[in-house]
């Protein structure tokens, strides 16, 4: 399912412009407004194998900006934010695939452009020992962590944009 381009939220957001792993593409704007990550909540999805959100708790709904039946159905990209590098989705995804935990930082786009840092744990759901879809549980992460990864994250992305 290709999600519709973002309009641009204001004077001062920036665009670019992504290419998903299904072979869709995207236009989205960003801003630098981080909106944080809710005290004593957690923020949960579910998928099916193919990465298509099935379930979104309240905390998902809002911290995301769509609304529930715009996110059911959805590919879970629909969260991807630019600064985000292909190489961190990719971890998650072998390791879930393979029947394994995955823990890790994520900074996701919310529908106006902001953005919220997460903490997430990612498993596969399994029924009579097969997997049937996966879910996310992410809880708020640490700013010292977070400063520590900008960087880093930053090195990928660039590593995956010029590939020398
Ligand atoms: C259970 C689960 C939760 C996920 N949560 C997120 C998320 O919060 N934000 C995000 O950008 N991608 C998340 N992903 C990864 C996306 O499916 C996708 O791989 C990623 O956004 C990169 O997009 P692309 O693979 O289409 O290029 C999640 C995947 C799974 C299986």
Known sequence: ????????????????????????????FTTDVEVPFPEGRLIVSRTDLAGVITHANDAFVEMSGWQRDELIGAPHHILRHPDMPAVAFKGLWDDVAAGKKWHGYVKNLRKDGSYYWVYATAVPNIRNGQIVGYTSVRRKPSRTRINELIPVYRQWLEQEKSPS
């Open 1 to 28: 399912m290709a999600i519709p381009d973002m309009t641009r939220p204001g004077p001062d957001a920036v665009e670019a412009r992504l290419n998903y792993s299904d072979g869709t593409s995207r236009t989205v």
